[in-house]
């Protein structure tokens, strides 16, 4: 079965770095998301992306956050200025169309020391 | 704003159990509604998706309801096995703009040998 692959798996990076997560979507699929969740904590959205722009973000999703789809295939988010409260899982998700469910990645876990 | 809860926050039954999880909603304007699991550690599956329009989905052991205009669903599982050991997330997508979708806080399920 197809998956959504994560990389890295998990990241360290030292606080006020920039920090990049990359996701490669399922074949063929439109719909782009990123999650966080810190740890002990619920699943939360960050931001949706269709036809190469931002279709919804949340509150959380400010100005240090940014995604793209740079060469068409993996989808990136981007983290700038690095907090230590930015330390979470982050799930990437991917869907064909409207109707069907979102396929998660194993996530990356992002750890800001 | 939608709110998702999901009591109990624990559970731990004997193998060979039934047992029911629940999931409330403030806001009944939804799009469909998806139950996963996450093992600790890993990513979100997928189990069942119920569209707003539907009433329950069945997939082998398990069973999700929906009551749209109580704010409520619930997943059934059969004859409970410690491989189902999990924690248990219902997350309800919106009915308007691009489908945000709201976690819920999540059942941690402990089936006993």
């Known amino acids: 079965e197809p998956e959504v692959t994560q990389t890295p798996s998990h990241q360290v990076t030292q606080m006020g770095q920039e920090v990049i997560l990359r996701c490669v979507p399922i074949?063929?699929?439109?719909?782009f998301y990123w999650y966080r969740q810190i740890l002990g904590q619920k699943v939360e959205f960050l931001v949706s992306?269709?036809?190469?722009?931002?279709?919804?973000k949340s509150e959380i999703f400010d100005d240090q956050f940014s995604v793209e789809r740079p060469d068409g295939s993996n989808f990136t988010l981007k983290i700038r200025s690095t907090k230590l409260e930015d330390s979470a899982m982050y799930f990437c998700?991917?869907?064909?169309?409207?109707?069907?469910?979102?396929?998660f990645g194993d996530g990356t876990r992002l750890s800001i020391l | 704003k939608q709110e998702v809860t999901q009591i109990p926050a624990a559970l731990s039954v004997p193998e060979g159990e039934n047992l029911v999880l629940n999931c409330s909603f403030t806001?009944?304007?939804?799009?469909?509604l998806q139950w996963f699991r996450q093992d600790p550690g890993k990513g979100l599956t997928s189990l069942l998706l119920?569209?707003?329009?539907?009433r329950e989905q069945t997939s082998g052991r398990l069973n999700a309801s929906l009551d749209k205009s109580s704010g409520r669903s619930t997943l059934y599982i059969a004859a409970s096995q410690p491989g189902d050991s999990a924690t248990y997330l219902c997350?309800?997508?919106?009915?308007?703009?691009?489908?945000?979708?709201?976690f819920g806080t999540g059942t941690k399920l402990q089936v006993i040998p």
């Open positions: 998700a991917t869907k064909g169309d409207s109707n069907q469910p979102q396929h």
């Open positions: 074949s063929n699929h439109l719909y």
């Open positions: 992306f269709y036809n190469n722009e931002i279709s919804e």
């Open positions: 806001d009944s304007a939804i799009y469909n």
């Open positions: 119920i569209q707003s329009s539907q």
């Open positions: 997350a309800v997508r919106g009915s308007g703009g691009y489908q945000k979708v709201t």
